[in-house]
């Protein structure tokens, strides 16, 4: 009903776009973490499939698992599931009315209906956004048996509270019904996403069923994916001016920059849409990919958080402007350029001259602590793999220690409590860099918050001490010069 109200209406020139598609499905994917990224991503590609007629019958449905999805969970469903997305490049704005999410489900205190669902043989993709903690790994990349959530999610496999649980459960029922394995398709910044979200799997079952465990790696796919498309956090006075502007009350608004990629490994287990026809990469080599763009520019905006921060800026687009981070950026992405091989057709300097352009979009007004957010397991993905082939080829660590550095220095800065900086690791590593820095000694904090070997952490460990003695007599900008 509300949207012929849109139309003939256009935004910087271009007209409003909204579904034109029946919006019944009967091939399903269900989404486990309705956050503001997969709304710019996977239900995009998903709408223009659906738009253009190669789609027909598939619809997304929502699984929100925390408490934090509700309102959206709530917004999208007095909306039919219907929602905005502005795409901008900084100088215009295209809007499109997305139609892909057909049903959502809160799975935050009563799973069962998730599990039910996913179970359902008109399901054939789960596909995650849940972050990188989500998948409740250890250091080593294995299932952390100790995490709070796996310990409950074993001792009450019924009512979940992880990722891992609630899957393994609606698994364990779509088996025990006779069902088909399923596609499980991680696009999360993780490193080997879909291997990651595999061991998590199996590690879970087989702590609980050793033949569940085996029915899930010989029937499901779990395929590696490479995600890029930088997804602002929600800014209610920008929704605000959006709404006024569209004449139409949106509740669940996304704002993305128009920049959209999407990298997957053609390996699923009872079909998938036609993704290549939105401009979706389907190849075997989704990990040269992927570290590509987790270490440039997952590291890259890790790289600038901590010094833009403590440096007073709020904004992505403000620290770039500031000449001494800009070039911080470029000696960081250097560094790590080096360690990689790049994927066949990709210019490795025009991919970092691009990064430089897209954190620059002021009009996405990204935050530079919605960047350092889980750091410790950001780093983790980002940092670590250059850090150990430069260790491994006996190349200098210097830069990437700078980086550790710079983290450590602002976690020692912050209250107690962490204040506004999110991270599940905080409490333990603010007062190991408080300690640190104190003390210009690293040891227990880089063993913490890296998963090293011995001889790593002393290498690390050497650059960084000398690096934390520079802070704090010289200050930040003694480190960022190249
Ligand atoms: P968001 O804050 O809007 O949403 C995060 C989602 O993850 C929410 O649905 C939340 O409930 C869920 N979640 C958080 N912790 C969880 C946990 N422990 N278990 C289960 N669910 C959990 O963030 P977003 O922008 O949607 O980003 C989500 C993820 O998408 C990122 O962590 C990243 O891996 C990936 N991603 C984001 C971007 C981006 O620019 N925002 C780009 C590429 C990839």
Known sequence: ATLPRLAGRSIDGAPIEWPHYPRRFDRRICHLGIGRFHRAHQARVLHTLLQQGDAEGWGLCAIGLRGQDRPTLDALRAQDGLYSLTETDGASRRIRVIGSIMQCIDASSDASEA???????????????ITEAGYCLDANGRLDLRHADIAHDLADAASPRSAPGLLVRALELRRRIGGHGLTLMSCDNLIDNGKRLRTALVDLARARDPALAQWIDAHC??????????????DPERERAL???????????????????????????????????AGVVLCDDVPAHERLKVGLLNGGHSAIAHIGLLRGHRGVHEAMADPLIAG??????????????????????????????????????DTLLRLAEDSSAKFRQTLLPPLRQRIARG?????????????????????AD?????????????????????????????????????????????????????????????????
């Open 418 to 482: 962490g204040g506004d900086y999110r991270d599940v690791a905080a409490a333990a590593l603010v007062p190991l860099a408080r300690a640190a820095e104190g003390s210009s000694e690293s040891w227990a904090f880089v063993r913490t918050a890296l998963a090293l070997t011995e001889h790593e952490a002393a290498v690390v460990c050497a650059a960084v001490d000398g690096h934390l003695h520079v802070l704090t007599q010289s200050g930040v900008a003694a480190l960022a010069t190249p």
């Open 328 to 365: 911080w950026l470029a000696t960081y992405l250097h560094c790590v350029a080096e360690t990689l091989d790049a994927p066949p057709g990709i210019d490795v300097d025009d991919y970092c001259a691009s990064l430089t352009r897209r954190f620059g979009n002021a009009a996405l007004d």
């Open 395 to 415: 190349m200098s660590v210097d830069v990437l220690a700078r980086a550790v550095a710079l983290w450590l220095h602002y976690l020692a800065r912050l209250p």
């Open 243 to 277: 709404c006024e502007e569209l004449g139409v009350h949106d509740a669940a608004p996304v704002l993305c920059e128009n920049w959209l990629q999407w990298v997957v490994e053609d390996d699923f287990a009872d079909g998938r849409p036609a993704f290549e026809r």
């Open 115 to 129: 599990i039910a669902t996913i179970a359902d043989a008109t399901t054939r993709i789960v596909s995650l956004t």
């Open 221 to 234: 796919r779990f395929p590696c994916s490479m995600v890029d498309r930088i997804t602002p956090g929600a």
